[in-house]
């Protein structure tokens, strides 16, 4: 395992509720607190009354915290989203094959209808980049999506498109999952994402995943994985 990402300051919770898409009610040494939660996943396997999670200190007008990884068998998964893009630039940083050769051009490009994560340059070639957080979990499979996403959809027919003019794109999975061996999309959550990573696929779209946890005693997020198998159902 390779650290990615040390965390400083960690405080132990436990969850209480999901208030709305952005707030959940922790508890942190016996008192009732609110912590800010950037993941917009249902998570309705962590978000459950009384299980062990993770935050970072957060003093805003609404929250107190920021939850950020759920324990899962004495580690844990990492929810946090914007946590996942640094340890995945850090990734890259390291230069840990398949994913050296690579630096980062852009971020946040904009084609067609939609906002992508990244411009990647590889060897003199421009790649757009997608990248989502798979933290749903079906025995050692890693999924993604655990709801329908139109926006998801989109981006991933804008890619076809992109690929089709004869540009390389490339959807990302990070699997932030402690023990998995291997990532699928999850029909049930949304059967069209499915079938159109099945046609990115055979269109040419680079589908690639890769695999970490959080490391509570360590404090740091870890890699576990950098080349996730992909399983992609015909």
Known sequence: MTRLLDIPVQVECLIRQRINRFVVEVEVEGKTRRAHINNTGRLREFLVSGRKAFCIPKDTPKTQYQLFAVEEGGLAALIDTALQMRAFEQLISLGIKPWDNIRISRRSPRLYSSVFDYEFERRGEDILVEVKSAVLRENSYAMYPDCPTERGRRQIKELIRHVESGRKGLIVFIAAL??????????????????????????????????MHYEPIQRNIVLDNPDLPVFIPP
Do not use: C, H, Q, W
């Not at 023990?179 to 040419?204: C, H, Q, W």
């Open 178 to 211: 402690p023990n998995v061996e291997a990532f699928k999309p999850y029909v049930e959550g949304d059967s069209e994402v499915a079938r159109l990573l099945r046609i990115a696929k055979e269109t040419g779209v680079e589908i690639r995943a890769i695999s």
